[in-house]
């Protein structure tokens, strides 16, 4: 059972942060009833999540687990320092003589979504148009308040469904009292949360010196109880400098054997890595593999065509056919083995080799002067002769991304350049592809993606067809393609390593892309 508590109490870590990290400075320049007592409504943002703090900080840790009439209990210490450079800036302090790998490693996660969360949520959490107050008499206030639904990062998705109550006693705040009002992630209910809180000393603000936080989950559909208490041991300026101290209470004595589990920053790619990750942003592995198969169709329009033999003079048979009559359909499906690698958090650079079928299928519409002329003949005279090839091609290629994001917003611009080779005709075109697109991160990973996609390639393409021994026909065809088309689709990530893209395009060129890769 020690496991299954543990690993519920790593995962309520995750989803609930509680850390407490320091101070604010009180520059706040509206009125409410927590500025008219010299109060930052900012403490109602550190009651939700403490870690959104500046400064620094030491702290005990101690989890409770309630189930079936057992109860166990589990220490550990937590060190905020946002100047920290070997890594993010939360570190933990087990006892590994009682831990474990996966333990670890979730505790690791953990640190991860804390770190991200502390640097990129937007501040003021809190919605001051529900401020209520709810008692004032006898130098004791109470308010009432509530979070915004828009501006709660995805991690901390479950504090809108959290009610606040502030008590105040003679102009002092005394605690923070959160409870929900439905029942949160994973199915956590009965939350209560009572954050307390100090005057920073011979400062301005104030800094949570402890919370006490319950909830009940199901399991196995017996409720478990988990109460997780936090102290603060030691509080300072992120210049270094000690504001409160009280090292005498501290877990590690309990600790056989202490141990600091750190998340490092990231290795040598993508360079500036580093310093995004301890920005709060969340960075893809660098190297990538894939494969992808792409699909599409769309019409071109003959400009014109010419023909010879034997590599002689080419003739311009624009007088044989209604070439702006005439209709080309190009269909190909095309499979594709790509590597990358993100070599600055903005940049990606790719390689690419594969192959693609083509087919070409149209109607080549006759003048009336040639099929007069053929008539006369004593030929049978279609109004069109059929075009229909198929061609197998070569592609090797590569490209670059150029990538940025503003929250969940995130915007892409991609290139591509290939070299196909047609063996069967003894051609070979260039072609670029050109996609812009804009995507949104949805709470639970996916993102989705709406754009453009370009294509730019040869119009003019020419080549020889072996038609009897030592004979060719040589031909060149000019032609005009359709270059742009909305594009969209939608990105997951999942199993950490893995990662699946659909997208689609639509307009005067349809088309359809899956790609499956493995990152690392």
Not at 42 to 52: E, G, I, Q, Y
Not at 308 to 335: A, C, I, K, P
Not at 387 to 396: E, G, K, Q, R
Request: glycine share 10%.
């Amino acid at each position: 059972m020690t496991k299954l508590f543990f690993k519920l109490f790593l995962n309520s870590f995750i989803v609930l942060s509680f850390l407490p990290c320091g101070a604010q400075n009180s520059s706040d320049m509206n009125t409410n009833v927590l500025i008219a007592n010299g109060i930052s409504p900012r403490v109602l943002d550190f009651a939700a999540n403490s870690a959104l703090q500046d400064g620094w900080f030491k702290e005990n840790v101690k989890v409770k687990v309630s189930y079936l009439g057992n109860e166990e209990e589990y220490f550990l210490q937590s060190i905020y320092d946002p100047s920290y450079t070997e890594g993010l800036d939360i570190r933990m302090v087990i006892d590994s003589e009682n831990s474990s790998k996966k333990s670890n490693k979730l505790l690791k996660e953990s640190i991860k979504n804390l770190h991200h969360f502390s640097r990129l949520v937007e501040q003021y959490l809190y919605d001051e148009t529900t401020m209520k107050i709810l008692k004032n008499e006898g130098g004791e206030i109470v308010v009432e308040y509530f979070y915004r639904r828009i501006s709660v990062d995805p991690s901390m998705t479950h504090v809108k469904r959290l009610k606040g109550e502030v008590y105040l006693k003679n102009g002092e705040l005394e605690m923070v009292k959160l409870t929900n009002t439905r029942p949160l992630k994973k199915g956590v209910d009965n939350y209560v949360k009572m954050v307390h809180f100090e005057k920073i000393p011979n400062g301005i603000g104030h800094f949570v010196s402890k919370a006490e936080e319950s909830y009940q989950v199901s399991q196995k559909g017996e409720p478990l109880t988990l109460r997780i208490e936090t102290e603060t041991l030691t509080y300072g300026e992120r210049d270094g400098e000690v504001l409160f101290n009280s090292q005498s209470k501290e877990n590690v004595s309990m600790f056989e054997k202490p141990d600091t589990l750190t998340v490092k920053l990231g290795g040598v790619l993508p360079f500036f890595g580093k310093p995004a990750a301890k920005l709060g942003y969340q960075l893809p592995r660098p190297v990538g593999v894939s494969l992808l198969t792409h699909g599409q169709s769309q019409e071109l329009q003959f400009t014109g065509l010419s023909l010879g033999l034997n590599g002689g003079d080419l003739v311009e048979l624009d007088g044989v056919f209604l070439l702006e009559e005439s209709s080309l359909t190009q269909s190909t499906l095309t499979y594709i083995a790509r590597a990358d690698v993100w070599i600055f958090p903005f940049l990606n650079v790719m390689g690419l080799v594969g192959r693609a079928e083509n087919n070409v299928n149209g109607n080549l519409v006759l003048t009336d002067e040639i099929k007069a002329l053929l008539e006369l003949l004593g030929q049978d005279v279609p109004d069109a002769l059929n075009l229909n090839v198929d061609a197998t091609a070569n592609l090797i290629g590569g490209g670059a991304t150029m990538a940025a994001g503003i929250e969940d917003i995130n915007l892409t611009l991609n290139y591509q350049y290939l070299i196909a080779d047609v063996p069967d005709v003894g051609a070979r075109t260039n072609a670029q592809t050109l996609t812009a697109m804009i995507g949104y991160m949805l709470p639970f990973g996916m993102n989705i993606m709406a754009g453009a996609q370009g294509q730019f390639y040869d119009t003019e393409i020419g080549g020889s067809i072996s038609i009897g021994e030592d004979q060719t026909l040589d031909y060149l065809v000019d032609f005009e393609p359709r270059n742009w088309n909305f594009f969209g689709g939608v990105y997951k990530g999942f199993a950490k390593h893995w990662e699946i893209t659909l997208q689609a395009g639509i307009g005067s060129r349809n088309s359809l892309t899956a790609m499956l890769g493995y990152r690392f």
